[in-house]
């Protein structure tokens, strides 16, 4: 039996996790759970689970869930909130795996807590890899961290890597679907609004996440999270289009044999492997019927039509915490978007401009990581001042 610790349980990936919890009981134990503004979800999910101990997003929320537990007489479960308690969820002590499932930067010190405790980490938060992915490392290597990504691509380049030897690495392959505007060029995008860019072809996800599919930055955080996760150089990692996304990242090694990892896009795949590394567990998830695809295809990026991506290998190449800058301006961006105040091409043009004024750290801690993402914050916020909301 493993314990397992969720953070952003309310989330598309936290309710898939819960999802795989369901089906292994005898296999896995949910002992914590932490979200941010769900209040009545997150009470029907103790009410299920029955963890240890929640966190949500601030005291008065956490008073709101706490009067609902105890109308629903549920006993032995402690409401904490706020950062203190998503620290909290990260570092129980009756954990041996933890999720990280928030979105964005937010995730950052929750999974450094729970490194410090030497759990496993189920990594679903790239935006700690993106940011600080020298840091976390170190950090992981010192403590005896094991770190599973959950992402699919990462995962399928994980478990093509599995028995392998690094050092016989020729390149990564990186799969992208293309999102909701593949084929498309910029005069049609121009005035594109969020419920277009919400709408993915393949895989369900938050909209901060489907946004980034769109303009493609997903794809470009993905690729320098694997530059940290498997130790390679960005030279080494190609992105191709692959509409259907049934193959979902390829290993390509010394003597030119590729390696895939296929399914349905599934993501309670990637995440009930990261739950049960290095063991495979029996699941009830569709398997693949290669007498229904008609085709695999792949197309090179369209990198014109979508600079996010090349703005992410920029951010490799400048290095030191302009990854940070990169993260922090898109997820400024992404929400203002989401809010109808600025254009979709918006995003990459002010990405641009934050990382062209940012003065960089080369070889930065935890604390230059966040300041350089309090002052990308600052910086985009006061581009926007005069922009009407």
């Known amino acids: 039996m493993k314990n397992i610790s969720i953070l952003g349980s309310t989330g598309s990936i936290g309710k898939q996790a819960l999802d795989v919890v369901r089906y292994n009981r005898e296999k896995f134990k949910v002992v914590a759970l932490s979200a941010n503004k769900s209040i009545d979800m997150l009470a029907d999910q103790i009410e299920e689970f029955r963890p240890e101990l929640v966190s949500i997003g601030d005291e008065k929320s ?88 959950v992402d699919s691509e990462h995962s399928a380049i994980f478990q093509c890597l599995n028995g392998e030897d690094m050092k016989s690495i020729k390149r990564l392959i990186l799969t992208a679907s293309g999102g909701p505007f593949r084929g498309r060029n910029r005069e049609d995008l121009v005035h594109v609004k969020k419920e277009a860019a919400l709408k993915h072809p393949n895989w369900s996800m938050g909209q901060k996440i489907s946004i980034d599919s769109a303009t493609l930055m997903n794809k470009g955080l993905e690729v320098i999270e694997a530059k940290w996760l498997f130790d390679v150089d960005m030279e080494k990692i190609d992105v191709v289009v692959h509409p259907q996304s049934i193959i979902h990242s390829m290993v390509e090694f010394e003597d030119s044999s590729i390696i895939a990892q296929m399914g349905n896009p599934d993501m309670r795949i990637p995440i009930q492997y990261a739950f049960s590394y290095p063991q495979r567990l029996k699941s009830n998830f569709e398997s693949l019927d290669f007498t229904k695809i008609s085709s695999l295809t792949f197309e090179k990026p369209d990198k014109d039509t979508f600079p996010c991506l090349e703005l992410a290998y920029d951010s490799l190449r400048s290095g030191g915490t302009h990854p940070a800058v990169l993260n922090g301006a898109n997820e400024v961006l992404v929400e203002e978007y989401l809010n109808g105040r600025i254009g979709f091409y918006d995003i990459p043009k002010y990405v641009q401009m934050a990382m062209d004024c940012h003065n960089p750290v080369s070889n930065p801690g935890v604390e230059d990581i966040l300041e350089a993402d309090r002052w990308v914050r600052d910086y985009i916020h006061n581009e926007l001042a005069g922009i009407p909301l």
């Open 62 to 149: 956490a008073s709101q869930l706490q009067k609902i537990v105890n109308q629903r007489g549920i006993k032995g479960v402690d409401i904490a909130s706020g950062q203190k308690g998503l620290n909290a969820v990260a570092a129980i002590e009756s954990a041996q795996v933890v999720l990280t499932a928030v979105v964005g930067i937010a995730g950052l010190i929750p999974t450094i807590e729970a490194i410090n405790k030497g759990k496993d980490i189920a990594l679903s938060n790239k935006e700690t890899m993106v940011t600080a992915g020298n840091v976390i490392n170190k950090l992981a290597k010192e403590k005896g961290s094991s770190i599973i990504p």
